[in-house]
């Protein structure tokens, strides 16, 4: 039998600074198969960032366990994280992270460089991933000559250029007025739908968690609630 993609249980981040000691997950549990799409929602400081640096293994639980496609991440090295993350996790931030003064074809080129790619590849990948965003014609434009959402779009583009099976997405359109966060959704949904990607998403806002076919409601580092919102897709039947 298949393992879930993602199995938290009994997962804690504690950070120590100075003499203060925040307990910022207390022993969550969740379990997210592939191809689900999850937000998650939770007043600040109730601990999502936290929890999606785990789960994009950007950190490690302090206490619990963490196991992505069956793999313990807890006991994994730095390298080993790293890897983990280039070959099978994209993220994408509230605040785009975009390098300026950098095209958006070099922006979404920069994780390929990081995996040795020729250039042509580098580009060839990049120019898929970019029309992949519906930014088609727009592979020289600076950051700065785009708007928000064609910006998020590029960090989108950047995300899946690696082709990852789990999109993490913190507050992707917190920084998007309302008509670029549906554009930004409708391009996470179709991901989800037609190519079953993997995305979880943090959001503070109903509309935008609405996309989403599951809703975990997260307070003081622990799941308060998780309900299915939506039907998911049923898989086509297998061919005897
Ligand atoms: N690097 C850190 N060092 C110390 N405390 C932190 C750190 N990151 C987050 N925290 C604390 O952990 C708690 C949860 O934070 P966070 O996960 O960012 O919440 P959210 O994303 O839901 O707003 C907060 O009390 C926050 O102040
Ligand atoms: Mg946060």
């Known amino acids: 039998m298949m393992s879930a993609l993602i199995q938290c249980e009994d997962v804690w981040k504690i950070y120590r600074v100075g003499d203060v000691e925040v307990q910022a997950l207390r022993g969550l549990s969740v379990t997210i198969q592939q191809g689900e799409f999850v937000a998650i929602m939770g007043s600040s400081g109730s601990g999502k960032s936290t929890l999606m640096n785990i789960l994009g293994c950007l950190d490690q639980p302090t206490k619990g366990r963490y196991r992505l496609n069956g793999i313990e991440v807890g006991n ?19 605040s785009f992270n975009l390098i300026p003064r950098t095209s ?20 060839a990948q990049a120019t898929a991933a970019l029309g992949r965003v519906g930014l ?11 708007s928000g959402g064609q910006q998020q779009r590029v960090a989108i583009a950047r995300a899946l250029v690696t082709l990852p099976s789990l999109l993490l997405a913190d507050e992707p359109t917190g920084n998007l007025d309302t008509q670029s966060s549906q554009e930004i959704m409708k391009i996470l949904e179709t991901l989800n739908r037609d190519e079953g990607i993997t995305i979880i998403l ?37 061919e005897a």
């Open 76 to 94: 994994l090295k730095p390298d080993q994280l790293a890897g983990i993350r280039n070959q099978q996790i994209g993220f994408v931030f509230q």
């Open 104 to 123: 958006a074809l070099e922006n979404a080129q920069l994780p390929l460089f990081y995996r040795g790619l020729s250039l042509k590849e580098q580009r």
């Open 136 to 146: 088609q014609g727009r592979e020289h434009h600076y950051p700065t000559q785009l």
């Open 202 to 238: 943090v959001t503070h806002e109903i509309n935008i968690a609405a996309y989403a076919s599951r809703e975990i409601m997260i307070k003081d580092g622990q799941v308060l609630s998780d309900r299915v919102t939506k039907a998911r897709p049923t898989p086509s039947p297998v």
